[in-house]
């Protein structure tokens, strides 16, 4: 079966949900161009996901994904607030931010038998997972209305393990990546690979589709990671200068310049490793520090710096998401990026 016929989509090319750059809008566009149109969920509540869910089914009949995180949350922490925001107290100091004012708060929320009844009202064709998947009820959930179940792995363990666990495809996020590291099995950065090297291992090792990303951007990019074996690819940073995308302009102007050539996998962000453009708080505190509290409690205190800075037009302490290729980011519409790389593959076929 290829993946087309998996998803139900007339080529596989899925674009990557990305919390915080995109709404239901994207989603649309990618879908009725044919690809799968992805809506990350990790940040939207029970009634906000209702309200994206209808909208995207009121402008497509077409099948599309929905992503959510399937981590543990996390107990919080005083201690471990008060060390982080210790860290942070020159920042807060800088632009006259009251530390004492800013609420504490879960950031990203995993998926829930709450948010599973909203998906029951759509039925939606995809529903994809970060880090590993959510408890077996709550997969039979998903199942019980036809949905087909992505996730993503990091490593040839993570890949035997969703099969193992029942995954209808599963997305091989290489190195490259922008975005969250979808690593769940361990916490050791050691064991990433790229995308070129992990494709091929994953492929030999399941009997399920593999899903190429990180990198990829182009046709080149697709036509290496089909070489490798894989049914498909996903695509996220080069979607972020699309018209549908909500990317802000402190993000769109740093993917534009010189800076964009230089990314790191950095956990200041939320407490997980994600790579983003090397910005000043990138620079000066991390990548990666020990004093971030555990995923995803470190959204809160960095959210008022990131806000004072944005307002003065800098991205200094906003997490400017991309993968190493931003070399095919452009300011064209979702339908006309799609439909550039779907026409690739048919000359491909």
């Not at 038998?113 to 998947?133: I, M, N, T, W, Y």
């Not at 690593?183 to 492929?203: C, E, R, Y």
């Not at 993968?323 to 593959?345: D, H, I, K, P, Y």
Request: neutral net charge.
């Amino acid at each position: 079966m290829t993946l087309q016929n998996l998803l139900g989509t007339a080529v596989p090319i899925i674009q990557a949900p990305m919390a915080g750059v995109q709404d239901s809008t994207l989603t649309i566009a990618v879908s009725n161009a044919g690809g799968l149109g992805s809506l990350p969920c990790a940040m939207l509540s029970p009634d906000a996901m209702r309200t994206e869910l209808a909208a995207i089914s009121a402008q497509t009949t077409k099948p599309f994904n929905v992503n959510f995180f399937c981590h543990t949350q996390p107990e919080p922490s005083r201690e471990r607030e008060a060390i982080w925001r210790t860290a942070l107290s020159p920042y807060f100091k800088e632009f006259g931010i009251d530390a004492d004012t800013i609420p504490a708060g879960p950031g990203r929320l995993p998926f829930s038998a709450e948010a599973a009844d909203v998906l029951s009202e759509f039925r939606p064709a995809v529903v994809s997972f970060h880090f590993g998947l959510p408890a077996r009820e709550l997969m039979t959930r998903a199942r019980s209305w036809g949905a087909k179940i992505l996730s993503t792995a990091t490593t040839v363990e993570e890949a035997l393990w969703l099969e193992a666990h029942g995954v209808d495809a599963i997305i091989a996020q290489g190195l490259e990546a922008g975005g969250h590291r979808g690593i769940f099995l361990s916490k050791d950065i050691n064991t990433q690979t790229g995308t070129l090297a992990l494709v091929p291992q994953i492929v030999r090792a399941v009997s399920v589709p593999v899903i190429a990303a990180g990198g990829i951007a182009d046709a080149k990019g697709i036509a290496a990671a089909m070489a490798l074996g894989a049914s498909g690819v996903q695509i996220g940073t080069a979607y972020l200068m699309c018209t549908e995308a909500k990317t802000s302009a402190v993000h769109r102007a740093a993917l534009k310049s010189a800076a964009a050539r230089v990314t790191a996998l950095t956990n200041l962000f939320s407490g997980r490793p994600a790579r983003a453009i090397v910005n000043r708080i990138i620079r000066e505190l991390g990548p990666i520090s020990s004093a971030v509290p555990d995923f995803p409690l470190a959204t809160s205190a960095i959210a008022p710096l990131r806000a004072k800075a944005e307002s003065q037009g800098s991205g200094d302490f906003s997490p400017l998401w991309a993968g190493q290729n931003t070399s095919a980011c452009r300011e064209v519409s979702a339908a006309v990026l799609t439909q550039e790389l779907a026409s690739v593959l048919a000359v491909a076929g």
